[in-house]
């Protein structure tokens, strides 16, 4: 708590692996309660996450090390509450997320040489979007519908055998088997106390 009406959290992860240097991940949220039923948010995040274990192991065998994968976010939501029963949410953020792969070492077969492996960079992805949510909850009746949308900005540094974005050779500016829209209904009703129903519809659209 850092003021009656802002809260303040703050949290770090350290990760390390045999084959990796020690990876630091931080995150950041602001919370501003505006009245007892709304409130607003603020979060920042990075993520560095480590390669595979086949990855792993291959570039050590190779005398590397695979580099890590990192996303940095940040992101602003409102969340409003009416009576005992619906909430509203609305949220929107952008990322910025770097892909890096290993190739495994080839023979050249003319040369009878072994070409070693190396760690190589994908690219760098930028994306934005935002997603909105109305759930109703009372008693035994849980409603949830959601609707999401999500863009490409650009991508940096791409390499010539990835397969994210087409956006790079000059065709589209839109993310590889994605939809930019994505639509959610979701309905649990616990009719008995060990008894529960539950169904769910997904509708990916826009691609």
Same mark, same amino acid.
């Given at each position: 708590?850092?003021?009656? &009406?802002?809260?303040?959290?703050?949290?770090?992860? $350290?990760?390390?692996?045999?084959?990796?240097?020690?990876?630091?991940?931080?995150?950041?949220?602001?919370? $501003? %309660?505006?009245?007892?039923?709304?409130?607003?948010?603020?979060?920042?995040?990075?993520?560095?996450?480590?390669?595979?274990?086949? &990855?792993? /192991?291959?570039? $050590?065998? &190779? %005398?590397? /090390?695979?580099?890590?994968?990192?996303?940095?976010?940040?992101?602003?939501?409102?969340?409003?509450?009416?009576?005992?029963?619906?909430?509203?949410?609305?949220?929107?953020?952008?990322?910025?997320?770097?892909?890096?792969?290993?190739?495994?070492?080839?023979?050249?077969?003319?040369?009878?040489?072994?070409?070693?492996?190396?760690?190589?960079?994908?690219?760098?992805?930028?994306? @934005?979007?935002?997603?909105?949510?109305?759930?109703?909850?009372?008693?035994?009746?849980?409603?949830?519908?959601?609707?999401? *949308?999500?863009?490409?900005?650009?991508?940096?540094?791409?390499?010539?055998?990835? $397969?994210?974005?087409?956006?790079?050779?000059?065709?589209?500016?839109?993310?590889?088997? @994605?939809?930019?829209?994505?639509?959610?209904?979701?309905? /649990?009703?616990?009719?008995?106390?060990?008894?529960?129903?539950?169904?769910?519809?997904?509708? *990916?659209?826009?691609?």
């Amino acid at each position: 708590m850092i003021a009656d &009406d802002f809260t303040l959290f703050a949290g770090a992860r $350290y990760d390390k692996h045999n084959y990796t240097d020690w990876f630091f991940s931080p995150r950041l949220s602001l919370v $501003y %309660g505006y009245s007892d039923n709304q409130t607003w948010k603020f979060l920042y995040n990075k993520s560095v996450k480590r390669a595979g274990e086949f &990855d792993l /192991r291959n570039a $050590y065998l &190779d %005398g590397g /090390r695979a580099l890590e994968e990192t996303l940095e976010s940040v992101e602003f939501s409102y969340t409003h509450t009416q009576g005992e029963a619906f909430t509203y949410q609305a949220s929107v953020f952008a990322q910025e997320i770097e892909f890096w792969s290993f190739s495994s070492p080839v023979i050249d077969q003319s040369a009878e040489l072994l070409i070693k492996g190396f760690n190589q960079p994908v690219g760098i992805v930028s994306v @934005w979007g935002g997603e909105f949510e109305m759930s109703y909850k009372l008693d035994a009746h849980n409603l949830s519908l959601s609707h999401s *949308y999500s863009k490409l900005i650009d991508i940096k540094m791409p390499n010539d055998s990835q $397969y994210i974005t087409a956006q790079a050779y000059g065709y589209g500016d839109d993310l590889n088997t @994605w939809s930019n829209h994505i639509s959610k209904v979701f309905y /649990r009703w616990q009719f008995q106390p060990t008894w529960m129903f539950t169904t769910s519809v997904r509708i *990916y659209w826009g691609f």
